[in-house]
């Protein structure tokens, strides 16, 4: 079954892992189209002021 239209976002530290991340939970996935929406740097220690 293919469903045009359907949109996925997913955070994670790779596209390798947002990959098996997706494949895991959607055994019929097909990618048409990819987008960097950008990144977010994590940093430890506390919260930024």
Request: hydrophobic residues 45%; glycine residues 6%.
């Amino acid at each position: 079954m293919r469903r045009a239209g359907v949109h996925k976002l997913v955070a994670a530290e790779s596209l390798d892992q947002a990959l098996k991340y997706m494949r895991r939970r959607h055994d019929d996935l097909i990618i048409s189209k990819a987008e960097s929406l950008g990144m977010i740097a994590l940093l430890s220690g506390s919260p930024p002021d």
